[in-house]
């Protein structure tokens, strides 16, 4: 029986994810934040007569995750699967976006991914094997659309870090995959476009017009999203096939965005989204930059 952990299970690709693994009889660790939000998860896996874990785990704060990884250790021994799901979303401009939010989003996106992956990396190397799975975005493999450029540095960052640390646990027998998911119904995308609501919007932001825009914009991309259950079909097959890229993107619109992208410059690329943005919104405040 493999072992799994998961992070960021209440909802979305994480609970989908959990699920999965559960279905096929995995000792499933589907761990999230705050003990209740997940009632979602735990009445899915009931209906479903699944057997489920959930620890408690923060990946934001060092404590949590070493306590929750040695409670799991203790009560069933080593981890053999480790998903790095776990993320949120905070929309604004490089100016004007709190520093709080922005640290936020790289202290989940990306620090919370490194304290897991110290916390397992250790007993995966003593049993010689293990998959690490780091779910990233199709924003860490395109160019950053305004006003998401924390999200989507914290996600670049992610990627870069596992193409070294790929490179650096191979020799003891451990994978590492990240995916790259396009545009899915998870919270994290809800979560983004409310932040963004143009109730939230400061008169005195000078970025308060487009950061609307943009909010549009998110909104409609949305109404196109996938199923989280995809993701989750895609993290089995990548713990499951060995031959899976480090980067590998999930989703139609993640596959066609990079085969558009190729070799295209920003500056080639920049206009075409705004083209494409203003189709689905109107026009951008301001006009937009030839």
Same mark, same amino acid.
């Given at each position: 029986?493999?072992?799994?952990?998961?992070?960021?299970?209440?909802?979305? @690709?994480?609970?989908?994810?959990?699920?999965?693994?559960?279905?096929?009889?995995?000792?499933?660790?589907?761990?999230?934040?705050?003990?209740?939000?997940? #009632?979602?998860?735990?009445?899915?896996?009931?209906?479903?007569?699944?057997?489920?874990?959930?620890?408690?785990?923060?990946?934001?704060?060092?404590?949590?995750?070493?306590?929750?990884?040695?409670?799991?250790?203790?009560?069933?021994?080593?981890?053999?699967?480790?998903?790095?799901?776990?993320?949120?979303?905070?929309?604004?401009?490089?100016?004007?976006?709190?520093?709080?939010?922005?640290?936020?989003? =790289?202290?989940?996106?990306?620090? #919370?991914?490194? !304290?897991?992956?110290?916390?397992?990396?250790?007993?995966?190397?003593?049993?010689?094997?293990?998959? @690490?799975?780091?779910?990233?975005? =199709?924003? #860490?493999?395109?160019?950053?659309?305004?006003?998401?450029?924390?999200?989507?540095?914290?996600?670049?960052?992610?990627?870069?870090?596992?193409?070294? =640390?790929?490179?650096?646990?191979?020799?003891?027998? @451990? !994978?590492?995959?990240?995916?790259?998911?396009?545009?899915?119904?998870?919270? @994290?995308?809800?979560?983004?476009?409310?932040?963004?609501?143009?109730?939230?919007?400061?008169?005195?932001?000078?970025?308060?017009?487009?950061?609307?825009?943009?909010?549009?914009?998110?909104?409609?991309?949305?109404?196109?999203? #996938?199923?989280?259950?995809?993701?989750?079909?895609?993290?089995?097959?990548?713990?499951?096939?060995?031959?899976?890229?480090?980067?590998?993107?999930?989703?139609?619109?993640?596959?066609?965005?990079?085969?558009? =992208?190729?070799?295209?410059?920003?500056?080639?690329?920049?206009?075409?989204?705004?083209?494409?943005?203003?189709?689905?919104?109107?026009?951008?405040?301001?006009?937009?930059?030839?």
């Amino acid at each position: 029986m493999t072992s799994v952990l998961v992070t960021g299970c209440s909802s979305g @690709i994480g609970l989908e994810t959990a699920l999965a693994f559960a279905r096929r009889g995995d000792r499933v660790h589907a761990c999230v934040r705050d003990p209740d939000t997940a #009632g979602e998860l735990l009445r899915r896996a009931r209906a479903e007569n699944l057997t489920l874990d959930v620890p408690r785990l923060d990946v934001t704060d060092d404590a949590s995750v070493a306590a929750a990884v040695h409670g799991v250790r203790e009560r069933h021994g080593a981890i053999d699967v480790l998903v790095n799901n776990a993320g949120i979303d905070r929309t604004g401009t490089v100016e004007t976006m709190p520093q709080s939010d922005a640290r936020a989003v =790289l202290e989940t996106n990306l620090w #919370g991914p490194l !304290r897991t992956v110290r916390a397992v990396l250790p007993s995966m190397r003593a049993q010689g094997s293990g998959v @690490i799975v780091n779910v990233s975005s =199709l924003a #860490g493999r395109t160019f950053a659309v305004p006003h998401g450029g924390f999200y989507a540095a914290s996600k670049a960052a992610l990627g870069t870090l596992s193409e070294a =640390l790929s490179a650096e646990v191979r020799p003891f027998g @451990i !994978r590492v995959v990240c995916l790259e998911p396009g545009s899915f119904a998870s919270r @994290i995308n809800r979560d983004s476009s409310v932040a963004v609501a143009p109730s939230d919007l400061s008169a005195a932001d000078p970025y308060t017009a487009d950061r609307a825009w943009t909010a549009r914009f998110l909104a409609r991309v949305q109404e196109g999203a #996938g199923d989280c259950g995809e993701v989750a079909e895609a993290v089995l097959a990548a713990v499951d096939d060995p031959g899976t890229p480090l980067h590998t993107p999930v989703g139609k619109d993640a596959e066609t965005a990079l085969e558009y =992208l190729g070799s295209a410059s920003y500056e080639q690329w920049l206009p075409a989204f705004l083209q494409q943005a203003q189709s689905l919104v109107g026009p951008r405040p301001g006009g937009a930059p030839e």
